[in-house]
């Protein structure tokens, strides 16, 4: 059968209860004759996230895919979106008959609908409280027991909490809570009042609250959703049915199935105190957790009177937590021993007499105490959870209140004080179920949801005759990639060897060198591949480089907003009132903008006309001062006209007094004068018609124009001429009106760039701006002539 | 006086198709002559075609004991026609008037082995399907229809020699279709026509493709409905496999046609195109049928390199 196992860690990468198991089971599968392919993510800087590297393992292969990406929230801790296309490529290419979910940590919830969309069925053995828990261990990060079941705003309430203790400093960079000694009294009280949803006591938001509720619900929502697209879901311990029902979960749906242990080489060790009178060894063996225990059994260890050794074996992600271990063994005058290998353990055995098992949270089925039972050692544990199940008091082991020091201090005197108990209790321990029994088990299991046929295609309306082809093509669909290879190179071989008379004798490996010779499409994919490769390396480092600057930029702006937040109320009322100050002066610019833009508009005009007027002004200037010009020598010719009419009219009076005999001849000469002075008016009037003509047209040309008229007399010649001086003072004084406007234009100007200067010497009017219309504006002013624009 | 012809139409319960396509066909036998026949083979395995035919007098319906698939019951029906030119065709098959005299036509030359008329899908004017050819390309067989790739292609206007008469409508000769038959090796579907034609350019015949005569192919997946589009693929490129190792004949072909095989299963390998090897190791596994099936085959009057070049219109 070819069975998939998927599980958030595997040895030797992580060696905890879940992975040690999974390791045991696929060993025994693959003893058994099935084909085990193990899906697993992992850390791996050297490797490209989502690289995916297979490794044989001795009947088994190891599927390690590659995520360096730690979640940073509760929704990246339960959604792993990134591992579904791996994993599907992983399924399209292995074709599993089933697959076994042995976790979802570190996965995400959409592996399982992608095994089921293709047809698979999925299993899931619950190890722990994951699929009600979202910390797993049913403890609050007060390492309190948690007692409510589907309640997101409990949830929630963790989730606050743990991001609370992140914020404490020397907590540790992993930690299942805290214990009260670890933190500030200020910052205990904070995390009870989160626990205790008295947020408002100090000054934590509600709405952040409500915000994590909605999340969590919603996250809720898609957990329970994922578990019940489980075909199968199995639980090793009565205790944790009796959970995953109080948590949402069919309690037809779940099978009780204790898991089996591959614990052979432990059968066999010496019994454990043969000698009564020599100390008792006590050892814990597992994970150093808070929620282990630890503490406690080193603080019960210390009120024995003595007539007892206790060993402290494991490692510990939690390092804060590990050193406080280490350190309270000397206190205490424990044997701190550190991390472990498997294959260690047997030793480690032999030296134990009695394994403690002090967890103070529900434990589901520790395979510690199933170690110990194979090596014939009695476990003394809490009376709490699946533990229960496990050891029987005073038949294989003891049991103790949970967290009660007092009370596992009681349990660890009996053992030294009562010469027999320990031998007697090792004569009590009942064989283990092997990891032999336990693949038997899962394979009467696997193969019950094959014969269920769940998700196999439906047949539909088939045609008779397509049946038996299309179940040929079916069975071909559902072989791994590696074995359908293999079938079809067996095939193109006998292909060769019956073309072989023909063709005459030629090597498989020679005709694929022929043919990866007229080019191979996996080739060129491999060098598109590399190129990409390198490309999106160079762009990693520009994008690496971008985002220093960037942060570099965020820390400055982080450092600005925490002075300015660490200023006074003043201060934060001068950055209000700057701000609003800001607001009016974009409006007054948004306006003095519009206002320049209007004026500049009408200046252009206003330019534009006097251009014209000037250029009329200059035209009549020239003709008025050549008509001047004429109209000084008629005037001359007219005075010398005078003149001589005067000298004639004198000269005509003497005559007249002279005699009767000259009349003639003087009235001859009048009449030359009047002529004269007649025909120098016509040609004044001739002259001043176009200039009186053209200042109507320029300063009144809706109004009446009167010309003089023909004929017209020096008088009224001379009222003409005034006229046309009046016109030109007109313009003189349209010219002064139009030089203080340009005067004002200038001035706003000179606002605007004085303005300009102030917001570019200014950090943070400029960072308060930016965002703002009045920022863009500004950057448009102060772009070069023919951008702002843009 | 032109020959009179017996179409045949195997069919599944797709009485639908007849109701929208029958009439046209019935109307253009009987402006021909009326001596031309319809024969209907009632594939289901259940006889029910009879009754909902039985509106047309003139059909008649050869009932297949049970499902047979598309080759026994193409047979079934040719071997009931009366006459001796079979139109064969399937029942998503919209004639337009006057397409079957051009055929009748081409077939009067002996050494014409079957003819197509202009097939045009769905009734597009420029996507032919019937506008059909075979090419080797890096040792793999491969089927080339110009004229379905979306460009203009006026030489499929003139009549001219193509590799294969597409079997869902194509005039053949009863007595060389009883002679050679569909080979069981493509069971249940595709390429037995292709094979049917290699035949007859095999035995120096030719194969012709009418632009004169014109029919619509109204394609409704009558296979692609019943079964997964996947295993439609796959029967595609699996019959391609199994007609060249039963006719690949030159040894520097064989070579260079095993050489692009084993450079595939590579390729699909190393690529995780599954897909791809599902479809070699699905054709392998009929290997030695495929082998028993070039065994029998008889004397070649041409090889396969010069069949390519015949079957292919001048440049």
């Known amino acids: ?790 | 006086m032109t020959r009179p012809v017996s179409v045949v139409m195997p069919s599944l319960d797709d009485l639908d198709l007849f109701e929208r396509h029958l009439p046209a066909l019935l109307e253009e036998l009987e402006r021909r002559s009326g001596r031309d026949e319809v024969v209907v083979v009632d594939d289901t395995g259940r006889n029910v075609l009879a009754a909902g035919l039985a509106r047309w007098p003139g059909v008649r319906v050869v009932a297949m004991p049970k499902n047979a698939g598309f080759a026994r019951a193409m047979t079934a029906g040719i071997e009931a026609a009366r006459h001796e030119l079979v139109f064969a065709m399937n029942p998503d098959v919209h004639v337009r008037r006057g397409f079957l005299d051009p055929l009748v036509a081409c077939l009067s030359e002996d050494d014409v082995w079957a003819v197509v008329p202009r097939i045009l899908l769905g009734g597009r004017e420029n996507e032919i399907e019937s506008w059909a050819f075979l090419r080797e390309r890096n040792g793999l067989i491969e089927l080339d229809q110009p004229a379905l790739r979306g460009g203009p292609e006026v030489r499929a206007l003139r009549l001219a020699p193509v590799a294969f008469a597409v079997g869902g409508a194509c005039l053949y000769r009863k007595a060389d279709f009883l002679a050679t038959g569909f080979d069981p090796l493509y069971e249940p579907f595709y390429w037995e026509d292709i094979d049917f034609s290699w035949a007859g350019w095999r035995a120096g015949k030719r194969v012709l493709y009418q632009p004169a005569s014109v029919v619509e192919h109204q394609h409704r997946g009558t296979i692609g409905r019943r079964v997964p589009k996947d295993f439609v693929r796959a029967m595609v490129e699996r019959n391609r496999l199994l007609f060249s190792w039963k006719h690949i004949d030159s040894p520097e072909l064989q070579r260079r046609h095993l050489a692009a095989l084993y450079r595939w299963a590579l390729d699909t390998y190393l690529e995780d195109r599954r897909e791809d090897l599902v479809w070699l190791a699905f054709a392998l596994d009929e290997l030695q049928r495929a082998l028993a099936s070039r065994a029998k085959l008889p004397p070649a009057a041409r090889d396969v390199t010069e069949i390519l070049r015949l079957s292919r219109p001048a440049e």
């Open chain 1, 1 to 790: 059968m070819r069975i998939c196992q998927v599980v958030h860690g595997f040895p030797p990468v992580e060696r905890t209860g879940v992975e040690n198991y999974t390791l045991g089971l696929c060993r025994a599968l693959a003893r058994a004759g099935h084909r085990v392919e193990v899906f697993v993510p992992r850390r791996d800087p050297q490797l490209a996230d989502l690289a995916l590297r297979r490794e044989e393992h001795g009947g088994f292969a190891v599927n390690w895919i590659t995520n360096n990406h730690a979640p940073e929230s509760p929704r990246e801790a339960l959604l792993v979106p990134e591992l579904e296309g791996p994993f599907a490529a992983f399924l399209e290419r292995e074709r599993p008959e089933v697959v076994h979910f042995q976790h979802l940590i570190k996965l995400g919830l959409g592996l399982v609908g992608l095994a089921r969309a293709r047809g698979i069925p999925a299993v899931y053995t619950a190890h722990d409280y994951y699929p009600i828990c979202h910390r797993y261990t049913l403890l609050r990060p007060d390492l309190t027991r948690c007692d409510v079941r589907g309640d997101s705003r409990a949830c929630a309430r963790c989730d606050m909490a743990v991001a609370h203790l992140n914020a404490q400093a020397g907590l540790g960079d992993y930690h299942a809570g805290a214990l009260r000694e670890q933190l500030a009294p200020e910052a205990w009280s904070t995390l009870e009042a989160l626990l205790a949803d008295r947020l408002e006591e100090h000054g934590l938001e509600r709405a952040a609250f409500d915000a994590a509720s909605e999340q969590r619900a919603e996250l809720d929502r898609q957990r329970q959703e994922a578990y019940r697209a489980f075909d199968l879901v199995l639980a090793p311990s009565r205790f944790l049915i009796e959970e995953l029902v109080r948590g949402g979960f069919e309690r037809a749906r779940v099978e009780h199935a204790p898991t089996g242990f591959a614990n052979e080489d432990l059968a066999g060790l010496p019994p454990p105190r043969p000698d009564p009178k020599r100390a008792v060894r006590f050892a814990f063996l597992g994970g150093l957790a808070k929620h282990k225990g630890v503490h406690l059994l080193l603080d019960a260890f210390a009120r024995l009177p003595g007539g007892a050794e206790l060993a402290i074996w494991g490692g510990s992600s939690d390092r804060a937590y590990g050193e406080l271990v280490r350190r309270r063994c000397g206190e205490v005058g424990a044997q701190w021993r550190g991390p472990y290998e498997r294959a260690d353990l047997a030793r480690i055995l032999g030296h134990v007499d009695v394994v403690v098992v002090p967890s103070i949270w529900v434990e589901n089925y520790p395979l510690v105490i199933h170690e110990a039972f194979s090596a014939g050692r009695p476990v003394l544990t809490s009376r709490l959870g699946a533990m229960v199940e496990c050891v029987q008091d005073g038949v294989d082991g003891l049991l103790f209140a949970p967290n009660d020091v007092e009370d596992l201090a009681r349990v660890l005197r009996r053992c030294v004080d009562e010469p027999g108990l320990v031998a007697a209790l090792a004569r009590g321990i009942r064989p283990v179920k092997s990891m032999e029994a336990e693949a038997r088990e899962l394979i009467e299991r696997y193969e019950r949801l094959q014969r269920s046929g769940t998700g196999a295609r439906a047949p539909g309306e088939l045609p008779e005759s397509l049946k038996a082809t299309l179940a040929r093509f079916e069975e071909h669909s559902t072989l791994p990639s590696r074995e359908l290879f293999g079938r079809v190179l067996a095939g193109l071989d006998d292909l060769r060897e019956a073309w072989s008379a023909e063709l005459g004798p030629v090597e498989a490996v020679e005709l694929l060198a022929s043919g990866l010779g007229e080019g191979s499409e996996a080739q060129d994919r491999l060098r598109e591949a590399r190129n990409e490769i390198a490309w999106l390396r160079t762009k990693q480092e520009e994008l690496d480089e971008g985002r220093e600057e960037l942060m570099t930029l965020f820390e400055d702006l982080d450092r600005l907003l925490q002075d300015t937040r660490a200023g006074s109320r003043r201060q934060a009322e001068h950055l209000e009132s700057a701000g609003t100050y800001v607001r009016q002066k974009e409006d007054e610019v948004v306006q003095a903008h519009a206002r320049i833009r209007e004026l500049e508009s009408v200046i252009a005009q206003k330019n534009e006309h006097i251009g014209t007027v000037e250029g009329s002004l200059q035209d009549a200037g020239r003709y008025i001062r050549h008509k001047e010009q004429e109209y000084r020598d008629v005037e001359g010719e007219l005075r010398r006209a005078a003149d001589f009419a005067r000298t004639k009219e004198e000269e005509l009076r003497l005559a007249r007094e002279q005699g009767q005999t000259s009349d003639g001849r003087t009235r001859s000469v009048a009449d030359v004068a009047r002529l004269t002075v007649e025909t120098q008016a016509r040609i004044l009037n001739r002259t001043l018609q176009p200039i009186l003509l053209r200042m109507h047209e320029l300063l009144d040309p809706a109004g009446q124009l009167r010309l003089p008229a023909d004929g017209a007399t020096f008088a009224e010649l001379l009222r003409a001429v005034r006229q046309v001086d009046e016109g030109l003072g007109a313009l003189a004084k349209e010219l002064v009106w139009l030089r203080p406007m340009r005067a004002e234009l200038d001035w706003r100007r000179e606002r605007m760039t004085k303005f300009l200067a102030t917001y570019e010497r200014s950090t943070l009017l400029r960072l308060l701006a930016a965002p703002t219309s009045i920022g863009r504006k500004l950057r448009e002013w102060n772009a070069p002539p023919g951008e702002e624009r843009r």
